[in-house]
């Protein structure tokens, strides 16, 4: 969707490092084990699963790439920007609770439960999704996923050290993809052949002609 909607090029070295990312991430994610379904409990659905996942990602994808379109093509500022992208969102969020939690709103106020560690996951979150926007207007949406990937890597980290997480062969082999495809993205960016210079060339003594 990039090289379609924003025109950007990758070299071939860059692929194989998105697609070590691919493996590194999957390699992470499969260490953890869901709970087996409790008796009462319908049963997973893999097939449905997957390819609810699989949309998501198009989605996703798809949402990424218009908004790096949106921040970079638009001469308003990102803090600006992010203003307008949060009202949809507020809306949505606003219509969904209302309709499941209005009652519970209505008996017991809108902030019930709110101790400090929710204020302070509010807080990260709120940063967070500054950040992203940052990310975008100032890289790409590839930097975007391995910040994200990164995140997952340090998230498990963090669960060793303060859980019971204990990290197994398959968990270290993707954490080594991961950083390895990172260097290797950021080492090796697309470089304009001859003929693309050379086209682009061709076009702009046209348009200066017209």
């Not at 097939?47 to 996942?53: I, W």
């Not at 198009?58 to 379109?69: D, K, L, R």
């Not at 009202?87 to 606003?94: E, K, N, T």
């Not at 302070?120 to 100032?138: D, E, H, P, R, W």
């Amino acid at each position: 969707m990039l090289k379609f909607v924003l025109q950007k090029k990758l070299s071939n070295t860059q692929w194989i490092a998105l697609i070590l990312l691919i493996i590194g991430v999957s390699d992470v994610q499969l260490q953890y084990q869901p709970p087996q379904p409790v008796s009462g409990y319908l049963e997973q659905n893999p097939l449905l699963g997957f390819s609810a996942a699989i949309t998501m990602c198009f989605t996703s994808a798809f949402a990424g790439v218009y908004m790096e379109n949106i921040l970079k093509k638009s001469s308003v500022n990102v803090w600006m920007q992010n203003i307008r992208l949060a009202l949809f969102g507020l809306i949505i969020a606003a219509g969904s609770m209302l309709y499941k939690d209005y009652g519970t709103i209505r008996d017991d106020g809108f902030f019930r439960g709110f101790d400090s560690l929710v204020w302070i996951m509010t807080f990260t979150n709120s940063i967070g999704g500054l950040l992203i926007a940052v990310v975008i207007k100032y890289a790409d949406n590839i930097m975007k996923a391995y910040a994200q990937s990164t995140a997952i890597i340090g998230a498990a980290l963090g669960s060793w050290i303060l859980f019971d997480f204990i990290p197994n062969g398959l968990f270290l082999f993707g954490t080594f993809l991961v950083t390895a495809s990172i260097v290797i993205y950021n080492k090796h960016p697309y470089q304009e052949s001859t003929s693309d210079k050379n086209y682009v060339l061709l076009n702009e003594e046209k348009i200066n002609k017209v």
